[in-house]
């Protein structure tokens, strides 16, 4: 099945509904997304009538080779693209055309409402982001496969821990451990952060260690070939035996077990509200009064989940201004997270595909207290 041209036509019928004869596509993942091109520096003018690409001479070969079927116009090196997609549109005559208003810049508007008068030019926002927050089985497929890669290097990532490791060390380790795991890199810069680095919630890595840390935050994914996955789990490292601990550890153990099963229940009660029909409002503020009631409602600041895809961050949003409404084939995060300034942050995050009648989990790696819990000896 040619996945791209599908999605293609899908959009040209939606074209009439935005009162436009040519939508032009300039944001790269949209390219990617209607054309399976992997490369960059190329539009797409997808028409009623025509549809091509404009490119240039670096691109001739591999559009050839992931874009059969699909016109496109070559560049001169001396055109400048925003020029060349001017030059392409006259040529082929439409009236209206919209373009995305979230990622044309002002200077290359300006260059087509020049080159272009006769042109009514329609900001068009999200129509291919809205098509993409629905995956198909293909993309569905795509993401599984991000996470296993994801999943094989946190397992490597967690073998190889040892106390005097630091932050910035297991960011770099992680990096290698997703590429030897079959991913293309790492969909994001992994955070990894001990104890009061975790309060915050994309804490950058420094030089703090292991040794003496009560909690180890890990949040990491992979990019397959295009699509990605987003994982969290905390890591909770004993250096000292079940005989040697001393009371103060116990409270300390006991603070942190509590904070970890408010984010665990709240996180599995989210996730059992996931299903076609439900908003994503609802959903997050299901989380939310989970964490209230225990009294950890104002530590959990970020909203609870987002979808993924070909971009680590996309539509839909399940958070409290969220106005999306969940469908069957879309892949979200939930991943609530109680962050005490000076203390530490716990945060869960699974990656949930919205069934027809529910959702299915496709993460796996376990999330129990005990499965946590790093051994590092006396
Ligand atoms: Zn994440
Ligand atoms: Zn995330």
Redesign the pocket.
């Known amino acids: 099945m040619n996945y791209p041209a599908q999605r293609r036509r899908q959009l040209a019928r939606l074209l009439k509904e935005e009162n436009v004869d040519a939508l032009l596509v300039t944001n790269p993942v949209n390219v990617t997304y209607l054309t399976g091109f992997s490369g960059d520096s190329t539009y797409l003018i997808l028409g009623r009538q025509h549809t091509l690409l404009v490119s240039d001479g670096r691109f001739t070969e591999q559009l050839a080779e992931e874009c059969p079927g699909l016109d496109a116009y070559i560049r001169p090196s001396k055109q400048s693209l925003s020029r060349a997609t001017a030059d392409t549109l006259q040529k082929l005559g439409p009236r209206q055309v919209g373009f995305e208003s979230g990622n044309v810049s002002v200077a290359d508007l300006e260059v087509y409402r020049e080159m272009l008068p006769a042109i009514e030019w329609k900001g068009v926002r999200d129509r291919v982001e809205k098509m993409r927050a629905v995956k198909d089985e293909s993309e569905v497929a795509a993401i599984r496969e991000a996470i296993r890669i994801a999943e094989r290097a946190f397992a490597m990532f967690r073998s190889m821990l040892r106390r005097g490791d630091c932050e910035k060390d297991l960011h770099d380790a992680m990096e290698g451990y997703i590429r030897r795991a079959g991913g293309r890199c790492s969909s994001f810069p992994t955070i990894v952060a001990v104890d009061e680095r975790a309060a915050l919630p994309h804490a950058p890595p420094t030089g703090r260690n292991l040794a003496e840390c009560h909690l180890l935050l890990v949040d990491w994914g992979a990019s397959g070939a295009f699509y990605k996955s ?1 994982l969290t789990r905390v890591l909770i490292p004993r250096n000292h035996s079940a005989f040697s601990r001393s009371a103060r550890q116990e409270k300390a153990d006991e603070k942190l077990e509590k904070v970890y099963a408010t984010v665990l229940a709240a996180q599995q009660a989210a996730i059992a509200a996931v299903r076609p029909g439900a908003k994503g409002h609802d959903v997050d503020a299901i989380a939310r009064a989970v964490m209230d009631e225990a009294g950890y409602g104002k530590y959990f600041m970020h909203g609870l989940g ?1 979808g993924i895809g070909l971009q680590v961050h996309e539509a839909p949003a399940v958070r409290t201004d969220s106005v999306d409404v969940l469908q069957a084939g879309m892949v979200v ?1 939930i ?1 609530p997270g109680i962050y005490l300034p000076g203390w530490g942050g716990v945060r869960l ?1 699974d990656d949930v595909l919205v069934t027809p009648d529910g959702n299915e989990v496709l993460t796996s790696v376990p999330k129990d207290f005990a499965s946590q819990i790093l051994d590092f000896g006396v």
């Open positions: 987003d987002h995060t991943e995050e």
